[in-house]
Protein backbone atom coordinates (compact mmCIF):
# COMPACT_ATOMS: atom_id res chain seq x y z
CA UNK A 1 0.00 0.00 0.00
CA UNK A 2 2.66 2.60 0.60
CA UNK A 3 6.04 2.44 -2.19
CA UNK A 4 8.98 4.98 -1.64
CA UNK A 5 8.53 7.16 -5.02
CA UNK A 6 11.98 9.23 -4.97
CA UNK A 7 14.71 9.82 -2.36
CA UNK A 8 16.51 13.30 -2.52
CA UNK A 9 19.60 14.78 -0.59
CA UNK A 10 18.51 18.25 -2.34
CA UNK A 11 15.55 20.01 -1.36
CA UNK A 12 15.37 22.13 -4.65
CA UNK A 13 15.21 18.78 -6.62
CA UNK A 14 12.57 17.17 -4.18
CA UNK A 15 10.28 20.71 -4.56
CA UNK A 16 10.94 19.89 -8.58
CA UNK A 17 9.91 16.57 -8.47
CA UNK A 18 6.96 17.36 -6.27
CA UNK A 19 5.89 20.22 -9.06
CA UNK A 20 6.29 17.99 -11.75
CA UNK A 21 5.02 14.68 -9.97
CA UNK A 22 2.23 14.24 -7.78
CA UNK A 23 2.68 12.49 -4.40
CA UNK A 24 1.07 11.57 -0.89
CA UNK A 25 3.02 11.98 1.60
CA UNK A 26 6.43 13.48 1.65
CA UNK A 27 9.36 12.03 4.96
CA UNK A 28 11.78 15.76 5.51
CA UNK A 29 14.18 16.11 7.74
CA UNK A 30 14.27 19.63 9.25
CA UNK A 31 17.81 20.83 9.16
CA UNK A 32 19.00 20.84 4.83
CA UNK A 33 20.86 23.28 3.34
CA UNK A 34 19.75 26.26 2.13
CA UNK A 35 15.86 25.08 2.61
CA UNK A 36 15.22 23.90 5.63
CA UNK A 37 12.10 21.01 6.26
CA UNK A 38 9.61 23.69 7.64
CA UNK A 39 10.08 26.08 4.63
CA UNK A 40 9.67 22.78 2.32
CA UNK A 41 6.67 22.02 3.76
CA UNK A 42 5.28 25.05 3.26
CA UNK A 43 6.00 25.06 -0.62
CA UNK A 44 4.98 21.93 -0.84
CA UNK A 45 1.54 22.66 0.76
CA UNK A 46 1.48 25.75 -1.75
CA UNK A 47 1.57 23.24 -4.59
CA UNK A 48 -1.26 20.75 -3.27
CA UNK A 49 -2.36 21.22 0.47
CA UNK A 50 -3.51 17.84 0.56
CA UNK A 51 0.52 16.72 0.27
CA UNK A 52 0.96 14.63 3.92
CA UNK A 53 4.52 15.95 5.76
CA UNK A 54 6.23 13.75 8.12
CA UNK A 55 9.14 15.49 9.73
CA UNK A 56 12.37 13.70 10.85
CA UNK A 57 15.15 15.20 13.07
CA UNK A 58 17.30 14.18 15.27
CA UNK A 59 16.05 16.86 17.62
CA UNK A 60 12.64 17.64 19.49
CA UNK A 61 12.87 21.51 19.80
CA UNK A 62 10.85 21.75 16.60
CA UNK A 63 7.98 19.72 17.21
CA UNK A 64 5.32 22.59 18.10
CA UNK A 65 6.50 24.64 14.98
CA UNK A 66 5.98 21.29 12.94
CA UNK A 67 2.48 20.38 14.46
CA UNK A 68 1.57 24.29 14.03
CA UNK A 69 2.19 23.35 10.57
CA UNK A 70 -0.45 20.42 10.23
CA UNK A 71 2.38 17.63 10.15
CA UNK A 72 0.96 14.20 10.03
CA UNK A 73 3.74 12.95 12.26
CA UNK A 74 6.89 13.65 13.90
CA UNK A 75 9.76 11.55 14.02
CA UNK A 76 12.86 11.53 16.23
CA UNK A 77 16.40 9.99 14.82
CA UNK A 78 17.24 6.86 15.48
CA UNK A 79 13.95 5.96 13.77
CA UNK A 80 12.98 2.24 14.57
CA UNK A 81 11.17 0.50 12.51
CA UNK A 82 8.52 -0.41 15.19
CA UNK A 83 8.18 3.73 15.62
CA UNK A 84 7.86 4.46 11.39
CA UNK A 85 5.52 1.48 11.42
CA UNK A 86 2.76 3.11 13.90
CA UNK A 87 3.04 6.40 11.24
CA UNK A 88 2.30 4.66 8.43
CA UNK A 89 -0.65 2.82 10.21
CA UNK A 90 -1.86 6.28 10.91
CA UNK A 91 -1.02 7.83 7.64
CA UNK A 92 -3.63 4.55 5.76
CA UNK A 93 -6.07 5.50 8.44
CA UNK A 94 -6.68 8.34 7.51
CA UNK A 95 -6.63 8.05 3.73
CA UNK A 96 -9.52 5.01 4.53
CA UNK A 97 -11.43 7.94 6.32
CA UNK A 98 -11.16 10.79 3.68
CA UNK A 99 -12.45 7.54 1.42
CA UNK A 100 -15.15 6.49 3.56
CA UNK A 101 -18.09 7.80 1.85
CA UNK A 102 -18.13 9.15 -1.68
CA UNK A 103 -17.18 13.04 -1.84
CA UNK A 104 -16.99 13.38 -5.52
CA UNK A 105 -19.34 13.11 -8.33
CA UNK A 106 -18.74 12.09 -11.48
CA UNK A 107 -21.33 11.77 -14.76
CA UNK A 108 -20.13 10.28 -17.58
CA UNK A 109 -23.15 9.87 -19.23
CA UNK A 110 -24.50 12.75 -21.70
CA UNK A 111 -21.12 14.75 -21.56
CA UNK A 112 -18.91 15.24 -18.61
CA UNK A 113 -19.18 17.05 -15.31
CA UNK A 114 -17.83 16.77 -11.94
CA UNK A 115 -19.24 17.78 -8.61
CA UNK A 116 -17.53 17.96 -5.26
CA UNK A 117 -20.37 17.02 -2.92
CA UNK A 118 -21.16 20.17 -0.13
CA UNK A 119 -23.49 22.13 0.64
CA UNK A 120 -24.01 23.71 -2.24
CA UNK A 121 -22.89 20.91 -4.52
CA UNK A 122 -19.93 22.42 -6.27
CA UNK A 123 -18.92 22.37 -10.10
CA UNK A 124 -15.85 21.55 -10.84
CA UNK A 125 -14.27 23.10 -13.58
CA UNK A 126 -10.93 21.17 -15.02
CA UNK A 127 -7.75 23.38 -16.42
CA UNK A 128 -7.99 21.94 -20.07
CA UNK A 129 -9.63 19.67 -22.36
CA UNK A 130 -6.82 17.24 -22.58
CA UNK A 131 -7.20 17.32 -18.64
CA UNK A 132 -10.64 16.41 -19.00
CA UNK A 133 -9.84 13.44 -21.53
CA UNK A 134 -6.69 11.97 -18.83
CA UNK A 135 -9.49 12.63 -15.60
CA UNK A 136 -12.36 10.81 -17.99
CA UNK A 137 -10.12 7.68 -19.01
CA UNK A 138 -8.47 7.02 -15.31
CA UNK A 139 -12.22 7.09 -13.90
CA UNK A 140 -13.47 4.64 -17.24
CA UNK A 141 -10.30 2.00 -16.62
CA UNK A 142 -10.08 2.40 -12.74
CA UNK A 143 -6.39 1.32 -12.84
CA UNK A 144 -3.88 1.49 -15.93
CA UNK A 145 -0.42 1.45 -16.93
CA UNK A 146 1.15 5.20 -17.34
CA UNK A 147 2.63 3.37 -20.69
CA UNK A 148 -1.15 2.68 -21.74
CA UNK A 149 -2.24 6.06 -20.72
CA UNK A 150 0.75 7.38 -23.29
CA UNK A 151 0.24 5.39 -26.06
CA UNK A 152 -3.51 6.67 -25.77
CA UNK A 153 -3.36 9.96 -24.84
CA UNK A 154 -0.12 11.08 -26.22
CA UNK A 155 1.28 8.55 -28.69
CA UNK A 156 2.64 10.89 -30.96
CA UNK A 157 5.20 12.79 -28.69
CA UNK A 158 8.54 11.55 -27.90
CA UNK A 159 8.63 9.16 -24.62
CA UNK A 160 10.42 11.90 -21.89
CA UNK A 161 7.78 14.83 -23.19
CA UNK A 162 4.81 12.76 -23.12
CA UNK A 163 5.72 11.19 -19.76
CA UNK A 164 6.42 15.31 -18.68
CA UNK A 165 2.83 15.73 -19.97
CA UNK A 166 0.94 12.96 -18.01
CA UNK A 167 2.87 14.44 -15.14
CA UNK A 168 2.23 18.05 -14.63
CA UNK A 169 -2.07 16.52 -16.50
CA UNK A 170 -2.27 14.49 -13.74
CA UNK A 171 -0.77 16.91 -11.28
CA UNK A 172 -3.60 19.43 -12.30
CA UNK A 173 -6.37 16.72 -11.74
CA UNK A 174 -5.62 16.35 -8.93
CA UNK A 175 -5.17 19.54 -7.35
CA UNK A 176 -8.63 20.54 -8.81
CA UNK A 177 -10.43 17.52 -7.36
CA UNK A 178 -7.75 16.56 -4.48
CA UNK A 179 -5.60 13.92 -3.84
CA UNK A 180 -7.12 11.09 -2.13
CA UNK A 181 -9.23 10.22 -5.16
CA UNK A 182 -6.52 9.20 -7.74
CA UNK A 183 -3.29 7.17 -6.24
CA UNK A 184 -0.42 6.99 -8.69
CA UNK A 185 2.96 5.10 -8.51
CA UNK A 186 5.56 4.54 -10.32
CA UNK A 187 4.00 2.08 -13.33
CA UNK A 188 0.17 2.44 -12.88
CA UNK A 189 -2.39 4.77 -12.13
CA UNK A 190 -5.46 3.67 -9.81
CA UNK A 191 -8.94 5.54 -9.15
CA UNK A 192 -10.09 5.04 -5.93
CA UNK A 193 -13.86 3.82 -7.12
CA UNK A 194 -15.13 3.55 -3.40
CA UNK A 195 -14.47 7.66 -2.99
CA UNK A 196 -16.20 8.62 -6.15
CA UNK A 197 -20.26 8.31 -7.11
CA UNK A 198 -20.31 7.77 -10.70
CA UNK A 199 -23.49 7.27 -12.82
CA UNK A 200 -21.63 4.60 -15.21
CA UNK A 201 -20.44 2.39 -12.17
CA UNK A 202 -24.11 2.91 -11.00
CA UNK A 203 -25.92 2.16 -13.86
CA UNK A 204 -23.44 -1.20 -14.51
CA UNK A 205 -24.26 -2.11 -11.18
CA UNK A 206 -28.03 -1.74 -11.76
CA UNK A 207 -27.62 -4.19 -14.87
CA UNK A 208 -26.19 -6.72 -12.91
CA UNK A 209 -28.40 -6.72 -10.43
CA UNK A 210 -31.27 -7.01 -12.76
CA UNK A 211 -29.72 -9.66 -14.71
CA UNK A 212 -28.62 -11.80 -11.37
CA UNK A 213 -32.21 -12.16 -10.62
CA UNK A 214 -35.20 -14.00 -11.68
CA UNK A 215 -37.71 -10.89 -10.42
CA UNK A 216 -37.94 -7.78 -12.29
CA UNK A 217 -37.49 -5.13 -9.98
CA UNK A 218 -38.99 -2.05 -10.94
CA UNK A 219 -37.30 0.41 -9.20
CA UNK A 220 -33.84 -1.03 -10.66
CA UNK A 221 -34.87 -0.62 -14.04
CA UNK A 222 -36.72 3.51 -13.13
CA UNK A 223 -32.92 4.08 -11.71
CA UNK A 224 -31.26 2.58 -14.65
CA UNK A 225 -32.89 4.39 -17.41
CA UNK A 226 -32.77 7.68 -15.40
CA UNK A 227 -28.85 7.39 -15.05
CA UNK A 228 -29.05 6.54 -19.03
CA UNK A 229 -29.00 10.47 -19.71
CA UNK A 230 -27.31 9.98 -23.19
CA UNK A 231 -24.37 8.42 -24.88
CA UNK A 232 -21.59 7.92 -22.48
CA UNK A 233 -19.34 10.91 -23.08
CA UNK A 234 -21.40 12.42 -25.39
CA UNK A 235 -20.06 15.96 -27.45
CA UNK A 236 -16.35 14.33 -26.51
CA UNK A 237 -14.57 12.74 -29.69
CA UNK A 238 -12.37 10.28 -27.30
CA UNK A 239 -11.58 7.32 -29.64
CA UNK A 240 -10.55 5.09 -27.00
CA UNK A 241 -14.73 5.56 -25.57
CA UNK A 242 -15.72 5.04 -28.73
CA UNK A 243 -15.91 0.91 -28.48
CA UNK A 244 -17.93 1.19 -24.79
CA UNK A 245 -20.07 3.89 -25.52
CA UNK A 246 -21.48 1.23 -28.11
CA UNK A 247 -21.64 -1.36 -25.76
CA UNK A 248 -23.73 0.67 -22.97
CA UNK A 249 -25.74 2.21 -25.71
CA UNK A 250 -26.95 -1.83 -26.83
CA UNK A 251 -26.94 -2.20 -23.20
CA UNK A 252 -29.49 0.84 -22.18
CA UNK A 253 -31.92 -1.00 -25.62
CA UNK A 254 -31.40 -4.26 -24.23
CA UNK A 255 -32.95 -2.89 -21.25
CA UNK A 256 -35.94 -0.93 -22.48
CA UNK A 257 -36.64 -3.75 -23.94
CA UNK A 258 -36.67 -5.88 -20.82
CA UNK A 259 -39.05 -3.55 -18.99
CA UNK A 260 -40.87 -3.44 -21.99
CA UNK A 261 -41.85 -7.27 -22.06
CA UNK A 262 -42.01 -7.12 -18.18
CA UNK A 263 -45.02 -4.39 -18.42
CA UNK A 264 -46.74 -6.33 -21.27
CA UNK A 265 -46.67 -9.44 -18.90
CA UNK A 266 -47.84 -7.30 -16.37
CA UNK A 267 -50.80 -6.13 -18.79
CA UNK A 268 -49.47 -2.71 -18.52
CA UNK A 269 -49.70 -1.47 -22.00
CA UNK A 270 -49.27 2.40 -21.49
CA UNK A 271 -45.83 1.45 -19.45
CA UNK A 272 -44.74 -0.61 -22.19
CA UNK A 273 -45.24 1.36 -24.86
CA UNK A 274 -42.85 4.01 -23.09
CA UNK A 275 -39.92 1.78 -23.02
CA UNK A 276 -40.79 0.72 -26.80
Known amino acids: EIEVYETFLDPAEAYAFAKAQPIDVAFLDISMPETNGMKLSSLLHELDESIDVVFVTGFDEYALQAFDLSAVDYLLKPVTAERLSKTLEKLKKMNRNTTA ?54 SGLEPEKAWKNL ?36 FERLLKQIRQTSERHVEWMIQA ?3 YSGALLKGKAYEWASSRTRRLEHEYIGLLELAARFHLEQNQQHQALHYF
Request: aromatic share 12%; charged share 30%.
Open 101 to 154: EPTLEVFLFNGLKVYRRTQNRELIKLRSPKTEELFAFLVSKGTVSREEIIDTLW
Open 167 to 202: NSTLYYIRKAIGANYIKASRNEIHVVESSIYCDRYE
Open 225 to 227: EVL
